[in-house]
């Protein structure tokens, strides 16, 4: 009775660990994105606060001086899913540059942008639509605002 306890805790956390594997492998989907005009009538729109401002990026650089020289509004942002601690998560860039991250989309909302950018008739165009500095904390912030239109 032992070794099957002992046998069936290995295997246990042998799936476990080739799981989390897995997930972090998992392919980039694919998103269409493409210049909207946003006064199209048949463009709807979603608007996110981008959370993790305040930290540093893995190599370094700030995310606080990245908004600060390089967000400008109406201006292009790349977002990058991922899986982290096995949930999906979003990482959100100035333009194409991926050096230049500013932060993430809040974990609650991720989910509901993934299902909107990979599906197969939409294209969307992601853009900053606001960035400053808070009065109460002195940190730079950041919004974005999704177009979306069936393609």
């Known amino acids: 009775m032992e070794n099957i306890l002992i046998y069936g805790g290995i295997a246990l956390l042998l799936y476990y660990m080739f799981k989390s594997d897995k997930e972090e492998e998992t392919q980039a989907p694919t998103i269409r994105v493409e210049k909207i005009d946003p006064s199209d009538r048949n463009v ?3 608007r996110f606060k981008i959370v993790g401002v305040s930290y540093k990026n893995e190599d370094g650089s700030s995310r606080q001086e990245n908004i600060e020289k ?3 509004v109406d201006e292009p942002v790349s977002l990058k899913f991922y899986t982290y601690e096995g949930a999906l998560a979003c990482a959100v860039y100035i333009g194409d540059d991926t050096s230049k991250q500013v932060g993430h989309l809040p974990k609650a909302q991720v989910q509901t942008l993934f299902t909107v950018a990979t599906d197969e008739n939409v294209v969307i165009d992601p853009r900053i ?9 002195d ?8 177009y979306i239109k069936e393609a």
Do not use: D, Q, T
């Open 139 to 146: 940190k730079w912030g950041m919004r974005i605002v999704i």
């Open 129 to 137: 639509a606001s960035a400053g500095r808070a009065m109460e904390n």
């Open 44 to 46: 709807s729109e979603l």
């Open 70 to 72: 390089y967000a400008k």
